[in-house]
């Protein structure tokens, strides 16, 4: 499992958060390549800027985001 520690808070440059998260990729899938662990960091990425949304209270309600998959389906 890739660790869930924030180096940024704790004062670690970012080249070691994105050290970390490959080794944990490499652990976890000893196949993946660059790609696989670059994704990885981008999907936390995301993740990471999700969460601080929903901290700055600039959340979704989940009926809106219903209607939007429905107008996307084309429903």
Known sequence: MIPRLNFRR????????????CL??????PDATLVDAICELEFRQ?????????DRGEGIPIE????????WAGR
């Open 24 to 29: 944990a990729e490499l652990k976890a899938r």
């Open 10 to 21: 704790a004062g670690f440059p970012v080249c070691v958060h994105v050290f970390v998260i």
């Open 64 to 71: 809106q985001v219903k209607a939007k998959i429905a107008a």
């Open 46 to 54: 995301a993740v990471e800027e999700g969460l601080a949304e929903l």
